[in-house]
Nanobody, 116 residues
Framework: QVQLVESGGGLVQAGGSLRLSCAAS????????MGWYRQAPGNERELVAS???????TYDDSVKGRFTISRDNAKNAVYLQMNSLKPTDTAAYYC??????????WGQGTQVTVSS
């Protein structure tokens, strides 16, 4: 059974930082395409950052230079370091895994709120 558990969200002032974690079980993050998505109220879920099995990373233009996705193979976890946070970054953040068999799994999400 695959589980993705996000943590690290919270309330932070604009300009602050947060580090989100996604702990995986039942699947190996280094073998998967892993991604962080976010969804604000009334908006569609959007891709923030991704890391492929070969380590290639991609970022939405809105977070380039501020957010960094990484993974720790030993801990079987993926992280999203978020710096210079803006109120527009406020959203629920979700971890997603896509396996080599193209099966997708989602975490339950963690809320990030950035105050101005």
């Amino acid at each position: 059974q695959v589980q993705l558990v996000e943590s690290g969200g919270g309330l932070v002032q604009a300009g602050g930082s947060l580090r989100l974690s996604c702990a995986a079980s039942g699947t190996t993050v280094s073998s998967n395409a892993m991604g962080w998505y976010r969804q604000a109220p009334g908006n569609e879920r959007e891709l923030v950052a991704s890391i492929a099995s070969d380590g290639t990373t991609t970022y939405d233009d809105s977070v380039k230079g501020r957010f960094t996705i990484s993974r720790d193979n030993a801990k079987n976890a993926v992280y999203l370091q978020m710096n210079s946070l803006k109120p527009t970054d406020t959203a629920a953040y979700y971890c997603k895994a896509r396996t080599v068999y193209l099966v997708t799994y989602w975490g339950q999400g963690t809320q990030v709120t950035v105050s101005s």
